[in-house]
């Protein structure tokens, strides 16, 4: 087999569930609507966004010589329901079991070893959702998937439950055709159940209003009005979008083990929550994305839903039954 071939057999192996390849042209459209994006302010308070659009969209300012990318995705449903007990708040599905960043860092990181040890001479850099790269773009020229209405990735295999890493090389590989084609056709139900209305328009989203937005990327004190009336449960994150695509009646168990939820938890504890001390809070989430909205976050999404009592209005499980998608 080809060198081409031979890597994508070998992430396969790695468990990735699909594995595409793009040629690192300058992503001129993208930039142009994340630009018209910014300029709405619907990113909120994350202004890290607004810095350099040119190296977001040009990965030759990422990496020199750059000749090739790798796109992965790797599937991380598991099928566990959320637990819709009084006084808990409900975890975001990505974020139950280890931190996605380190599980596809190691994976990538071993997928380009095999990549030196065909070559001889290749240098790769390896992303991951953190560096400035349009990793939903990138996997769309890569040609596998498209985005949602909700602005997620979609594959037609198993849905949008996946998680996206890119592999930046200085080596030739002929790319794959991009995914031309928006399979979301008519379908506004992730606009329709939004409980925030955060999704504007199609393809839109104004993180302001976005509930994983306000419970994991927002560091203010309380949590905005629009959020909190309207919190539906969720304490770290938020699925609604994702529950409701009909796109995810293809969902199909990871093969990731490190993807179930720690400690059995797909929800948390509000009164647990709200007595953890600092070295608790670092003993109990070490090694999980949920760190990522810090003790003050998490005790103020939970001091929010032991406010307003509020009750979980979105069983994903009784709306997939009702409407045939499960």
């Not at 990735?16 to 993208?30: K, M, S, Y």
């Not at 040009?58 to 449903?77: A, F, G, K, T, W």
């Not at 030196?116 to 991951?128: E, L, S, T």
């Not at 001091?303 to 509020?310: G, K, S, V, Y």
Request: aromatic share 8%; charged share 30%; hydrophobic share 35%.
């Amino acid at each position: 087999m080809s060198l081409r071939d031979d890597i994508k057999q070998y992430g396969r192996e790695l468990g990735f569930h699909r594995v595409g390849i793009a040629h690192p042209d300058v992503l001129q459209n993208e930039r142009a609507r994340l630009s018209e994006w910014l300029q709405l302010n619907y990113h909120g308070t994350m202004h890290w966004m607004e810095r350099d659009p040119e190296l977001r969209s040009d990965p030759s300012r990422l990496m020199e010589n750059i000749r090739s990318i790798v796109v992965v995705v790797h599937n991380y449903y598991t099928p566990h329901e959320h637990t819709h007990r009084p006084g808990t708040g409900k975890i975001s599905r990505y974020a139950w079991g280890d931190d996605y960043h380190d599980v596809i860092r190691d994976k990538l990181d071993d997928l380009l070893s095999f990549i030196k040890d065909r070559v001889g001479q290749a240098n790769g850099k390896i992303c991951v959702d953190t560096a400035p790269f349009m990793d939903k773009a990138w996997a769309v020229r890569a040609g596998l998937g498209w985005i949602g209405k909700h602005s997620n990735l979609i594959t037609r295999e198993v849905g949008s439950w996946v998680f996206i890493g890119s592999l930046l090389l200085d080596i030739e590989l002929d790319p794959d055709p991009p995914m031309a084609e928006d399979h979301c056709g008519t379908c506004t139900a992730c606009i329709d159940e939004c409980p925030t209305g955060a999704i504007v328009e199609p393809y839109v989203v104004d993180s302001r209003r976005c509930i994983s937005f306000g419970t994991i990327e927002f560091r203010g004190e309380t949590l905005p009005d629009g959020i909190t009336k309207d919190l539906d449960g969720w304490i770290y994150g938020c699925d609604v979008c994702q529950d409701v695509c009909p796109w995810n009646r293809f969902q199909e168990p990871s093969n990731e083990s490190r993807f179930e939820p720690r400690n059995q938890e797909t929800s948390l504890d509000l009164a647990m929550i709200a007595d953890l001390t600092h070295e608790e809070y670092l003993d109990r989430f070490r090694g999980s994305p949920i760190k990522r909205a810090k003790l003050s976050g998490l005790k103020r999404n939970a001091a929010a839903l032991l406010e307003c009592d509020d009750t979980p209005i979105s069983d994903s499980k009784e709306y997939n039954r009702a409407n045939g998608s499960s």
